[in-house]
């Protein structure tokens, strides 16, 4: 099965800070690479599609980027409210489909 | 607007069965795959199983093979789990999605 590593597991920043989260896929997933934000009590919500694609209406202050197996998540200029748990998740051609094992983004 | 709402968790005892359904609208449901993906309290998210959009082709997590059985009916526009053999392992919020929208979860817990 395809694992992905994702780091930090915790990182604190400010608001207004630029902050990456990276996955790393253990096998070529292609572009099959999506990320979600998770607040506590909420179900996840898309935020990026095909590696690099921003879901809609999600600010364009979040990005991703892909550079071989490493998949990152970039927000620019922090905000109070991105403030959640992001994970991204595989779903390379068929399942098993994994997920990171998370980042919590928080206030520093 | 995409909807997706479950029903059917609650309080079971280990060993017994429980079957979740999601109510879907708001989109062609028979046009798209679907999954379930549970989260234990406090935990991070895990991809349980997933359907293709005709129910012909069926996906499982290997520690609940042979134990879950996903299903759907394009007629109803509804996604099932049957749970059975169920472990303390097995609680966790249980989410219907088609990992791009998510249903609001429901919670399934095993204990005696």
């Known amino acids: 099965d395809i694992q992905m590593t994702q780091s930090p597991s915790s990182l604190p920043a400010s608001l207004g800070d630029r902050v990456t989260i990276t996955c790393r896929a253990s096998q070529d997933i292609g572009n099959h690479l999506r990320w979600f934000q998770q607040k506590p009590g909420k179900s996840p919500r898309l935020m990026i599609y095909g590696a690099t694609n921003l879901a809609a209406g999600v600010p364009s202050r979040f990005s991703g980027s892909r550079s071989g197996s490493d998949y990152s998540l970039t927000i620019n200029s922090l905000e109070s409210e991105d403030m959640a748990i992001y994970y991204c998740?595989?779903?390379?051609?068929?399942?098993?489909?994994?997920f990171g094992a998370g980042t919590k983004l928080e206030l520093k | 607007e995409v909807q997706l709402v479950e029903s059917g968790g609650g309080l079971v005892q280990p060993g017994r069965s429980v079957k979740l359904s999601c109510a879907a609208s708001?989109?062609?449901?028979?046009?798209?795959?679907m999954a379930w993906v549970r989260q234990a309290p406090t935990k991070g998210l895990e991809w349980v199983a997933s359907?293709?959009?005709?129910?012909?082709?069926?996906f499982y997590r290997d520690s609940v093979k042979g134990r879950f059985t996903i299903s759907r009916d394009n007629a109803q526009n509804t996604l099932y789990l049957q749970m059975d053999s169920l472990r303390s392992e097995d609680t966790a919020t249980y989410y219907c999605t088609r990992l791009d929208f998510w249903g609001q979860g429901v919670m399934v817990t095993v204990s005696s």
């Open positions: 998740l595989q779903h390379n051609e068929y399942p098993p489909y994994t």
């Open positions: 359907i293709s959009s005709g129910g012909r082709d069926t």
């Open positions: 708001g989109f062609t449901f028979s046009h798209f795959y």
